[in-house]
């Protein structure tokens, strides 16, 4: 296999490495192919361990050869955001502060994802502590997005997006503390999942906010995340928010289609509260119009404004992430990057009221999502208004001029996954956003899969790619 | 909460801080300031009310509680 033959998805590959038509060596070889020719480009990479990549896939080859695979995971090419410690490899938050940092311990999802088999091949970038990007006075690049370089990849996960979108690897994790996971997963075109709070483990990942982070997977398919949260999910005893629950099958559901579920349309998030571009609008229409067609009732929904979650999101965050961060912001500021200095400073001009009062208004909001939403199963909005900006265009204060349509669902904890929902004017990808009941992820995965088969989008690649 | 503030006012915020900035990097925050306030001013204003002595807003729980279950 070289660089260049087609990408398999988690899936694909799995299969034929079990049927022993695929090397798991051979596999990665052509990952790290990609990574020397295209990640002069993307920087999608902070840390790449090509040689200890080499090593595991070796490992994997042999024990395969003789034990079959532990799982779907087994031999297949991976990487984590630079957030999530690992264990003799260094992890810096993408930032200056924390550079040649390099943990003892891996991160209990890292842990996981490793016991799963999987070749891990680096340090993915990432907004400077999940926060502060993109930005271009820190040691490593920005990420760039593989559908157009002078493009943005959206963020925090922004090295994770490029990456798997490229093909420099299989899946990656991210993080997801006000749309993470799904906001670059939505602008390089590939699917992410932000499971239910409490889900996966956040014991040995670098926090930004320590009552909105999430961890989980972000994919070329839905199906890839099915599998990478299947290893990721689970009660850990090490984490304070860690939910006891027992981890179902994610992938029982898929394909059994979405007759009988019932869909609330959330129609004034993208359309009133923050107007999403034409061909946005058509993808999201096109897909109620799929799950009326393929048996599921869609119905419109009205929940709290988009603002008033994106209020309560970012007060909340800032003043957690200037806890995490007071020690470096009262003694050199100057250490972290223009943006995330920024930021982290307005969390430190609020009061203690202040962040209660977010937090009280944070029970109310989650109070009236759920009483909105009794009659529905599943609630399908918009994940980004349109495709990426530029690079050199995206302002850092953003946040405060428009809602995000991924915040509300930090807020509340529920899972939520962002789908590839085709290609816009600059040729770019556009997303939808589907929002589950908490710890219903199988339902949320079978409905994302549904349509993401029933419409041609995986069969395009970046150009890039050649 | 004023949407608005002086520059005396803004740098009193930012020393109660401990924030070493310089006079240029607060003068640029102080002109984002009238934006982040108004989503202080929307969590304040929202149900259930906090600037307001009724029942209902100090009988209000904020969503990360205590729990005294082992481990948690």
């Known amino acids: ?466 | 909460m004023s949407q608005t503030i002086s520059e005396e006012a803004f740098a009193a915020l930012v020393a109660r801080a401990g924030m070493p900035l310089t006079p240029a990097q607060c003068a640029a925050l102080q002109d984002v300031w009238p934006r982040f306030a108004e989503m202080l001013r929307q969590i304040r204003g929202a149900a259930p009310a906090t600037m307001e002595a009724t029942l209902e807003g100090m009988l209000a729980e904020p969503a990360t509680t205590f729990a005294a279950e082992e481990g948690r």
């Not at chain 1, 003694?331 to 982290?344: H, K, M, N, S, T």
């Not at chain 1, 203690?352 to 009483?371: F, H, P």
């Not at chain 1, 850092?396 to 001029?401: C, E, K, N, R």
Request: glycine share 10%.
């Open chain 1, 1 to 466: 296999m070289s660089a260049a033959t087609p990408i398999p998805t988690i899936a694909e590959a799995a299969a034929a490495i079990a049927a022993r038509r695929l090397s798991p060596v051979e596999l990665t070889e052509a990952c790290l192919g990609r990574v020397e020719r295209l990640d002069g480009t993307l920087h999608a990479f902070i840390h790449l361990d090509a040689e200890g990549a080499r090593a595991a896939a070796r490992a994997a080859e042999t024990r395969i050869a003789r034990d079959g695979p532990r799982g779907p995971l087994d031999g297949i090419p991976f990487a984590h955001k630079d957030i999530y410690g690992t264990a003799g490899l260094p992890t810096t938050g993408h930032s200056r502060v924390l550079q040649g940092s390099v943990p003892r311990e891996d991160a209990t999802t890292v842990r996981n994802l490793a016991e799963a088999g999987i070749v891990m091949l680096g340090k993915l970038a990432t907004h400077e502590f999940a926060l502060g990007g993109p930005s271009f006075d820190l040691p490593w690049p920005p990420a760039r997005n593989p559908w157009n370089p002078e493009h943005f990849t959206g963020g925090s996960s922004s090295g994770t997006g490029a990456a798997v979108a490229a093909g420099l690897v299989l899946g990656g994790t991210g993080s997801d503390t006000a749309g993470s996971i799904r906001l670059p997963a939505s602008l390089c075109g590939i699917a992410g999942i932000k499971p239910t709070y409490g889900r996966c483990s956040r014991a040995g990942v670098l926090p930004l906010s320590q009552s909105l982070d999430h961890t989980g997977p972000m994919a070329w398919t839905v199906e890839d995340c099915a599998i990478l949260l299947q290893a990721m999910a689970g009660y850990d005893p090490v984490d304070p928010a860690s939910a006891d629950r027992p981890v179902p099958d994610f992938r029982a559901g898929l394909g059994q289609g979405v007759r009988g579920l019932r869909i609330g349309l959330v129609r004034h998030f993208h359309e009133r509260d923050h107007p999403v571009d034409a061909a946005t609008l058509v993808g999201i229409e096109g897909a109620a119009d799929f799950f009326r067609r393929e048996g599921a009732e869609v119905r419109e929904v009205t929940l709290p404004g988009l603002d008033a979650f994106n209020a309560c999101a970012w007060v909340i965050m800032l003043a957690e992430a200037f806890s995490i961060h007071e020690a470096v912001m009262r003694r050199e500021p100057d250490q972290f990057g223009a943006i995330l200095r920024d930021r982290l400073a307005l969390g430190g001009l609020l009061t203690a009221a202040d962040y209660l009062a977010a937090q009280k208004t944070r029970r109310a909001l989650i109070a009236a999502t759920e009483a909105a939403t009794a009659e529905v199963d599943l609630l399908l909005t918009a994940a980004q208004p349109g495709e990426a900006a530029r690079i050199d265009a995206v302002s850092p204060w953003a946040f405060l001029d428009k809602p995000n349509f991924t915040t509300p669902f930090n807020v509340t904890g529920w899972p939520a996954l962002s789908v590839c929902a085709g290609f816009g004017a600059g040729g770019l990808p556009l997303a939808l956003q589907l929002v589950g009941k908490p710890f219903a992820e199988p339902m949320l995965l079978r409905a994302g899969h549904a349509y993401e088969t029933a419409h041609g989008w995986r069969a395009r690649r970046p150009a890039l790619l050649g």
